[in-house]
């Protein structure tokens, strides 16, 4: 038999029971249907409300949950839900463009490669599914990077370690900064060679229904087809395809 922790069996019961009733529940009536001491749920509602999934109404004094552990589950079904709903567009990208499309999503200070979707004709990347690489050099991670808040770039930038893996990868902060401010105008961004010599890509973010960048698609291939020219006609599918995507996962712009 597994130890169940006592304080929080109480606590996860109080919001089990609160979800059942829209206008909340005063203190003696949670109290008498949990069978515990006043003191003892005051204690632990305290808690929930610091921590946001319990509110009180001022008028009635009766509390009810918050939408905080909807959001929470939410963000577990968007993740369960993007690659079934990404897998249409990466392959209409593969075809419109011949070449090599990722999804990714991130993790700490890095992006996992979630799908691949590519061509018979198309020149074999490195990439796999399942594979890691750093943000800071590929043009999903920097996508991403974009547009998070600056502390948590500063944050992913110091926990990071930068490598100069090719002769264009940047490794000086104030030019990553300023590459930011670039793409978030864009809409895009270009791994130049950063992360693979040769090798040319451009990503760009999907946002999840908080606004935040939640995943990224890029398309890559060598710098003797991705040209300037064609970067340009890509972006705009890849843009076109990424806004469709987060509006499916609840994103409004």
Known sequence: MQDVVQSVDRTLSILEVLSDYEDGLGLAELSAKLDLHKSTVHRLLSTLMIKGYVEQNP?????????????LGSKRLAHMD????????????????????????????????????????????HSRIGRRSPMYCTAVGKAMMAWLHEKEVVDIWSKSDIQQYTPFTITNFEDMKNELKLIKQKGFAIDNQENELEVRCIGASIFDYTGKPCAAISISGPITRMTDERIEMFSKWLIKYTSEISKELGYKM
Do not use: G, Q, W
């Not at 008028?59 to 959001?71: A, C, D, G, S």
């Not at 249409?88 to 990208?93: A, C, G, S, V």
């Open 59 to 71: 008028v009635t004094n009766k509390y009810k949950i918050t939408f905080k552990l909807f959001e």
């Open 82 to 125: 993007i690659l079934e709903i990404a897998k249409p567009y990466l392959k209409e990208l593969m075809e419109k463009t011949n070449e090599v499309v990722h999804l990714v999503m991130r993790e700490n200070t890095d992006i996992i490669y979630i799908d691949k979707v590519e061509s018979e004709t198309t020149i074999r990347m």
